[in-house]
């Protein structure tokens, strides 16, 4: 637990000194900004397009701030320290998976603003709001895991994050298909879909089911770096 | 899980050591090694000789493909985790993270062999002052020369007080003054009671830093010993001559083999050059030389000088390290 607390915290400041960070925080911050822009224009007093929209752009924004995660260090050669040091490939993996989750949503607070300034302008539903806002952190959950596992893969930083977007972009491809394959091929991409969750979550509802599905996606992800690690670790 | 070795004293053993990649290649091969407690130990050979991948199997970043690794009474290969909280490790390259200080690498270091938060400061301070970069411990690792990074890297693997410290080419690419600091460094750490295995192609670190050398080559080991055993090995001292290219002079091998008839030669190694070891005495060079004019091969340089490591690898490998 020490040794996780010990990659998190390292993981988590090199966020906060890192340009690439602040850029793509940027950028984030730009196209949600623009979109509640229309919000105000339309008089839209709620917030489901903006946290949709958001999805997308996390889709694109996750695979950067994940790419360096395991690639950099396998590239500059600096994952020979961890792999020399008594520290399990669990607590390299969650570490590391735990800094860039908490930058990712740190960033998505900073959108909470929004919301904030349409209550101040009229009558906004706050359900659907915190619902919505949870979906999105938990949506970005699984984006940080896969764009991680993409970057336990390769040892090239440009490849991870293209790898990353790419596995993200089937898994929406996936989503977008469902109505061309068969029924019974349908039922299973519902069932694995890491959007269809996102529908209700944006109109208020909050179930446990969903909430388990994401964690048990992320768990997934994570475990799937684990053993990559081991692969590359002990061979 | 022990292996109650240990018997023989020896600090680390390797038997069998071999390492074959996907394809076939077999980059080591077959070797042993005895490593003995508080010694500096070098394995000296070319690019390519597979110390790299000896050393890489020593601290448990590859898997041997058969052979064992018993560091003490632990079978490294068995049980890696309880060898790498023996081992300290410090790559080719610099493995530092640029936008980190030295406290915090070194912080992080000490966190992931789990040195108590109480003991950290002291112990920082400690191997800072070490490698003299106490001064510099706050700054940011992408203001570093070369050889501050080199030294900040060797930090990082002794902050857990390893028992054996393993350096991978620790001088590679290195000014000879950061050189010859990183060999003081290495020398206090040895009286410190560290055991320290280090790779090497450089024939001077071998020869000054080293306490036992192993020659390799091919993956194999050629020959092992101290400096002093293995230029005595040689026998003699060593003539090396430059001919002048000539029709009328014999072939180099036809001519090797013609002076190793010789009884004041101990043998003849002819490559570009022609090393002619010799019986130690006053009268053996002018002896080689009329040898060679009765032979009517003209010389246009040469050296005399007792054997250097050079010449051991000449010996064993048939090839120079500086080829």
């Known amino acids: 637990m020490l040794k996780t607390w010990c990659i998190y915290k390292k993981e988590l400041k090199s966020y906060f000194i890192s340009p690439i960070a602040y850029v793509v925080t940027g950028a984030f911050l730009l196209l949600s900004g623009l979109i509640f822009n229309a919000l105000i224009q339309y008089r839209l007093a709620y917030m489901a397009p903006a946290y949709g929209n958001m999805g997308v752009y996390l889709l694109f924004i996750v695979p ?146 969903d909430i388990f599905f994401y964690v048990s996606f992320m768990v997934l992800t994570i475990f799937a770096s684990i053993r990559m690690l081991e692969a590359n670790r002990w061979r | 899980m022990t292996t109650g070795n240990s018997v023989s004293g020896d600090f680390l053993v390797a038997s069998g050591l071999t390492k074959v990649f996907d394809g076939g290649i077999r980059a080591v091969d077959g070797v042993d090694l005895q490593i003995r407690s508080g010694e500096i130990f070098a394995l000296l050979g070319p690019n390519g000789a597979g110390k790299t991948t000896t050393i890489r199997m020593i601290v448990t970043l ?107 080419e620790p001088t590679l690419g290195l000014d000879i003054q950061t050189r010859t600091r990183i060999w003081q460094f290495i020398r206090t750490l040895r009286e410190q009671g560290t055991t320290i295995l280090l790779t090497t192609h450089y024939l001077e670190e071998a020869d000054q830093l080293c306490d036992r050398i192993a020659i390799m080559d091919h993956g194999k080991i050629q020959t092992c010993g101290t400096p002093a055993e293995l230029k005595t090995s040689v026998g003699g001292d060593v003539v090396t001559l430059t001919l002048v290219e000539d029709d009328a002079r014999p072939e180099l091998e036809q001519l090797a083999a013609d002076l190793r008839g010789l009884p004041f030669i101990r043998d003849v190694v002819a490559t570009d050059r022609m090393l002619i070891y010799i019986e130690p005495g006053q009268d053996s060079v002018p002896k080689v030389f009329k040898s060679l004019t009765d032979r009517g091969v003209h010389v246009d340089r040469f050296t005399y000088s007792p054997p250097s490591l050079d010449d051991v690898f000449l010996k064993f490998t048939g090839h120079s390290l500086r080829d």
Not at chain 1, 68 to 87: D, G, H, M, N, Y
Not at chain 1, 116 to 133: A, C, H, R
């Open chain 1, 64 to 209: 950067f701030l994940t790419m360096r995660l395991l690639a950099e260090e396998k590239r500059r050669q600096t994952i020979s320290l961890l792999f020399t040091s008594p520290v399990s490939n669990t607590a390299i993996v969650v570490g590391k998976f735990l800094a860039c989750y908490t930058f990712v949503t740190l960033m998505l607070c900073i959108t909470l603003i929004y919301p904030y300034i349409l209550s101040q302008f009229g009558d906004l539903d706050m359900g659907p709001v915190k619902s919505g806002f949870i979906g999105l952190v938990l949506l970005a959950g699984c984006y940080v895991g896969i764009g991680l596992f993409a970057s336990s893969l390769v040892a090239d930083t440009m490849i991870a994050g293209v790898l990353g977007v790419g596995l993200i972009v089937m898994l929406y491809l996936m989503e977008m298909a469902k109505g061309w394959v068969g029924d019974k091929a349908s039922v299973i991409v519902e069932y694995i879909s890491i959007y269809r969750p996102q529908q209700d979550l944006l109109q208020g509802l909050l179930n446990s089911k």
């Open chain 2, 62 to 168: 590859a898997r041997p493909t058969s052979g064992t690794v018993i560091l003490e009474d632990i079978d490294v290969v068995k049980v890696p985790d309880s060898a790498r909280e023996r081992i300290g490790y410090v790559g080719q390259e610099v493995a530092l993270d640029r936008s980190l200080t030295a406290r915090e690498h070194l912080e992080l270091q000490a966190g992931l062999y789990h040195i108590p938060p109480s003991m950290q400061a002291e112990r920082i301070g400690e191997i800072l002052d070490l490698v003299e970069l106490t001064d510099r411990a706050d700054d940011q690792v992408r203001t570093f020369s070369g050889g501050m990074k080199k030294r900040l890297d060797l930090a990082c693997g002794l902050i857990h007080r390893p028992r054996l410290l393993v350096l991978d």
